[in-house]
């Protein structure tokens, strides 16, 4: 489990960011594969969150995880919340509950993690580049003020995600981008012919565009096989049908 320093300091709130060890799973998805969405068999997976959930604290709710969409939707989980099986379609997940620990998940995309220490309200959210593109992160943190949150006051965590150099992308990828602003030529670099997207760098400045700056970035590439996270576009280099997912996970005390 890794965790980020400024959210460690905030004794409220239990958070971690998970790569692959210390699970039940085999094959591909070994070992601590988190993803309900993946076709590894249900109970591994039961087992693996029963781990994390241990983690962050034996006397809580089960983790309550989204139908991950690539959206900019969120969800808000209030004391009239009422949970029910079926997984809400959405990408971010915000509540001022204790004991619910909320996550999303990710194999490349960006996790990031939320809480405001003065009204004591948390977010995690799953910002791959069509959901921050999409102006997720704006949304969530709109959101949060409305319920009275203060941007001084939010801490959080961008986690490990697939870093710049491992990131190759088309040029109509590029275009999408500078055609929205042209400021966003900054994120792309152009190496031998081949154009890499700082995915990381984008949702950090989003953040501080929102003006979020007591941020911390936990700079690991999930497409490093040494780091030991599961990666979507490393498994289809190697050209597996499917891929584990890493959890990011924070909980109100």
């Known amino acids: ?13 239990s958070h971690g960011f ?5 699970g039940k799973s085999n094959g591909i998805y070994k070992s601590l594969n988190c ?12 087992q693996n969150l029963h781990i994390v959930k241990n983690k962050i604290g034996k006397k809580t709710k089960n983790i309550f995880l989204l139908h991950q969409i690539h959206s900019n939707k969120f969800v808000f989980i209030d004391k009239k919340f009422r949970f029910f099986k079926k997984k809400i379609k959405a990408d971010a997940v915000i509540t001022d509950q ?3 620990p909320i996550a999303v998940l990710t194999a490349d995309c960006v996790p990031i993690l939320l809480f405001d220490r003065k009204k004591k309200i948390i977010a995690a959210i799953h910002a791959g580049w069509k959901g921050a593109f999409r102006g997720i992160i704006k949304k ?13 006051n939010i801490v ?7 870093k710049q150099n491992s990131y190759n992308v088309k040029n109509d990828f590029r275009n999408k981008f500078i055609k929205k602003d042209k400021k966003n030529k900054i994120f ?16 950090r400045s989003q953040l501080k565009s929102n003006q979020i700056t007591n941020i911390d970035t936990i700079n690991i590439d999930t497409f490093d096989v040494k780091n030991n996270f599961f990666s979507a576009r490393r498994s289809l280099h190697y050209k597996h049908d499917d891929y584990g997912r890493n959890i990011s996970i924070i909980m109100i005390n």
């Open 1 to 13: 489990m890794i965790t980020s320093n400024k959210l460690l300091k905030q004794k409220e709130i």
């Open 18 to 22: 998970f790569n692959k060890k210390g």
């Open 35 to 46: 993803g309900p969405g993946s076709n590894d068999k249900k109970n591994k997976v039961k």
């Open 98 to 100: 204790k004991k619910i």
């Open 140 to 152: 969530v943190i709109n959101f949060m003020i409305k319920k009275g949150c203060k941007k001084r």
């Open 156 to 162: 959080g965590a961008i986690g490990p995600c697939i």
């Open 188 to 203: 792309f670099k152009k190496r031998k012919n081949v154009t890499y997207f700082n995915l990381t760098n984008f949702i």
